[in-house]
């Protein structure tokens, strides 16, 4: 994949930053260890003057929201169950880095040759150390803490983020978003996302566990969310335990379980997209 970053009138500062800031995190990420497979690897990155060149593993299964819309219709609960679970496990597995993704969205996650999830785009990661002075991520996945311009933040921004993705899969739209992107329209949005769960509706089946689970996912308060008391930084801790037992995910084996049938993929060789 190429990123095109350098020499263009037509990019701006934050692009610049983006890609040099993803070729570091990936540099920060460590393929050898356990866990690694919920990513897509990186090989190598290098640049002349008008690219920046990154080579990473071929997710053949393009996105999750091309996925999606290939089939035009949103998935029931046991569908989501599989995505939204190893979305997770990649969660673990970079918090235990101490990495934060930062930007998790359905574009951002990639599905491979067997229908297994692959996360991708680390251009507005952060490590907890190096945060930032501008929030990068996207807005309708940005949790209200960050919406409300409170300075402090940690890794359960990735964990509410999570329960919007769930949110858009079941529903087949975000839970906050807007028709334009003019500014009176994104004070507007930044507003609704402030205001939190309260005031949107839920399509009728988006229910039971599912609602629960997301809803926990996206509570207002950082140090309520499900997933604040998952593991951050440490290394020997992948499992993020606290998501995981949920109800939403009893009786789930994920050493067996499989991509759901109806979003199978039948590809007819190696560099067959489907497309
Ligand atoms: N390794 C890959 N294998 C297959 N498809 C990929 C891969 N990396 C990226 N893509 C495709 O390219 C899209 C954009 O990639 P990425 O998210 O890394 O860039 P971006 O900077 O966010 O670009 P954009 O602003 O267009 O989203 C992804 O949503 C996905 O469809
Ligand atoms: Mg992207």
């Known amino acids: ?20 800031n993803e070729v570091k995190l990936y540099r920060a990420i460590d393929k050898n260890i356990d866990g690694a497979q919920w990513i897509a690897t990186p ?9 920046l060149y990154m080579f990473m593993e071929f997710a053949q299964g393009g996105n999750l929201r091309d996925l999606t819309g290939r089939y035009g219709r949103v998935l029931t609960s046991d569908e ?31 599905i491979d040759g067997t229908g297994h999830v692959k996360l991708s785009d680390f251009s507005c990661a952060m490590t907890m150390d190096a945060i930032p002075e501008l929030w990068h991520g996207t807005i309708e996945y940005t949790p209200p803490e960050i919406a409300k311009f409170r300075g402090y933040f940690d ?12 949110f858009d ?25 402030t205001k939190g769960l309260c005031s949107i509706r839920w399509p009728s089946h988006v229910q039971g566990q599912a609602k629960y689970f997301i809803r ?14 998952c593991p951050f930084g440490i290394a020997s801790l992948r499992e993020p335990t606290e998501v995981l037992s949920h109800r939403f995910f009893d009786g789930v084996d994920w050493d067996t379980i499989q991509p759901p049938e109806s979003y199978a993929w039948n590809f007819h060789s190696e560099d067959d997209t489907a497309a």
């Open 1 to 20: 994949m190429r990123k095109q970053v350098l020499a263009e009138d037509s990019i701006d500062g934050d692009d610049i930053w983006r890609a040099n």
């Open 43 to 51: 090989y190598s990155c290098f640049q002349d003057a008008r690219n």
């Open 80 to 110: 989501a169950r599989f995505y939204v679970g190893e979305i997770a496990q990649g969660l673990g597995y970079i918090h235990s880095l101490g990495i934060i993704h930062g930007d998790l969205k359905l574009e951002n996650v990639l």
């Open 155 to 166: 890794h359960t921004v990735d964990w509410y983020a999570l329960g919007v993705l769930m």
């Open 169 to 193: 899969l079941m529903a087949g739209h975000l839970p906050f978003w807007t028709a334009n992107r003019s500014p009176e329209e994104r004070v507007k949005l930044r507003r609704q996302v």
């Open 216 to 229: 926990r996912l996206m509570r207002r308060d950082p140090r309520k969310r499900l997933g604040a008391n």
